[in-house]
C-alpha cells in the first residue's frame, strides 16, 4: 500500500513538473509571437513573400529585392508604431506597451534597416534606389501633418476616405512588382502592369482589413476609413468587390495571354482563399486574427505557386 501510495505521490510530482516546463515552453513562445509581430518583423516577412509571388510569376530570377523590401517594411512600419502609438493605445494596449517599451530599441533599428536597404538598393543602381526610397517617403506624406497651414480643409491625406489606403496600396505595389524588375535590368510589359493592379487590389484589402481593429482610434483622430464611415457590413460587402476585381483581373489576363495559367491558378486560389476569410467580418470577434487571416493569403499563393511550378 506504500509503495502505491508513493509511485502515485512520484507520478502527480512528475506530472507537475511536466506541466510546468509546458507553461513555461507556452509563455516564452507566446512572448516571442508578440515580439514577432508588434516589433513589425511579421509584416517585413509578409512583404518579401509577396516579392517572391511577383518574382515567380514574372519570370524574374534571384536578386536582393526580397530582403530589401522585407528590410524597408520593418522600418517604415516600426516608425508608424511609434508615431501612432498613441492611438494604438485606444484599440491594442499589448501592441501600445510593446511599443513604448522597446522604443528606444525600435528607432535605431528601424534607422538602420532602411539605411542597409538603401545601401543594397544603390549597388542596383539609380531606380533601384528610388524604388527603395519609394515606400519612405509615401509614409512621410501619409502620415505628416504637412498640409494645415495651406487650407484648414485639407488635413493630412491619411486622414482622406480612400485616398489614405489608396496611397499605401500604390506604394506597395509599386515597390513589390517593380524592384525586382530594376534589380534584374528587365523592362514593363502588360504581365508586369498585371501584376501590378494584382498587387494594389491585394495590399487594399490587406490595408481595409487592417483597419477594422483601429477603427475607434480612427474615428478619434479623424481618419476616413471604410470601417469607420460603412461598419463591418459595409467593409465585407467592399471588399468582396474588391476580390471580384482581382479575379475578374486575372481571368482577362489569362485570356489575353498576359499571364500563364500555371501562374494564375494559385494567384486564383489565393483570392478565393480571402474571399472565404473576409465573409468572417462581422461575424468573428477575433480581429487580430481575422488580420492575420486575411494576410495569410500571400504565404498560401506562394506555396502554392512553388508546388504548382515543381509539379508543371
Known amino acids: 500500500m506504500a509503495k502505491e501510495e508513493y509511485r502515485s505521490g512520484e507520478i502527480e510530482q512528475t506530472s507537475k513538473q511536466h506541466g510546468r516546463v509546458i507553461a513555461t515552453v507556452w509563455r516564452a513562445l507566446c512572448r516571442a509571437w508578440r515580439v514577432f509581430q508588434y516589433s513589425s518583423v511579421y509584416v517585413a516577412v509578409l512583404a518579401t513573400t509577396e516579392v517572391g509571388v511577383a518574382m515567380l510569376v514574372l519570370e524574374v530570377p534571384p536578386n536582393p529585392a526580397p530582403p530589401v523590401v522585407g528590410l524597408v517594411t520593418f522600418a517604415v512600419y516600426a516608425n508608424d508604431r511609434?508615431?501612432?502609438v498613441e492611438t494604438d493605445a485606444l484599440t491594442d494596449r499589448r501592441k501600445a506597451a510593446?511599443?513604448?517599451?522597446?522604443?528606444?530599441?525600435?528607432?535605431p533599428l528601424a534607422a538602420g534597416a532602411y539605411g542597409l536597404a538603401v545601401t543594397i538598393a544603390a549597388l542596383g543602381g539609380p531606380l533601384s534606389l528610388a524604388l527603395t526610397l519609394l515606400p519612405g517617403l509615401f509614409w512621410v506624406f501619409y502620415a505628416a501633418n504637412w498640409f494645415d497651414g495651406v487650407t484648414e480643409a485639407f488635413y493630412r491625406l491619411k486622414e482622406?476616405?480612400?485616398?489614405?489606403t489608396a496611397m499605401i496600396a500604390v506604394a506597395w505595389a509599386v515597390t513589390i512588382t517593380f524592384l525586382p524588375i530594376a534589380f534584374a535590368g528587365g523592362g514593363v510589359t502588360l504581365t508586369t502592369m498585371t501584376v501590378f493592379t494584382y498587387f494594389f487590389l491585394r495590399v487594399f484589402v490587406l490595408a481595409e482589413v487592417g483597419n477594422i481593429p483601429d477603427r475607434e482610434g480612427d474615428e478619434v483622430i479623424g481618419v476616413d476609413t471604410i470601417p469607420v464611415l460603412y461598419g463591418l457590413d459595409g467593409t465585407r460587402r467592399a471588399l468582396y468587390l474588391v476580390n471580384l476585381l482581382t479575379i475578374g483581373l486575372l481571368s482577362v489576363a489569362v485570356a489575353g495571354d498576359h499571364l500563364r495559367i500555371v501562374h494564375t491558378a494559385p494567384l486564383l486560389v489565393g483570392a478565393g482563399y480571402s474571399f472565404v476569410v473576409i465573409g468572417l467580418i462581422g461575424r468573428w470577434q477575433n480581429l487580430s486574427g481575422l488580420s492575420q487571416l486575411v494576410e495569410s493569403e500571400h504565404f498560401v499563393t506562394?506555396?502554392?505557386?512553388?508546388?504548382v511550378l515543381l509539379l508543371a
Request: hydrophobic residues 60%; glycine residues 0%.
Open 82 to 84: 511609434i508615431t501612432d
Open 98 to 107: 510593446f511599443v513604448r517599451r522597446f522604443e528606444r530599441f525600435l528607432y
Open 160 to 164: 482622406q476616405f480612400l485616398l489614405n
Open 302 to 307: 506562394y506555396v502554392l505557386l512553388w508546388v
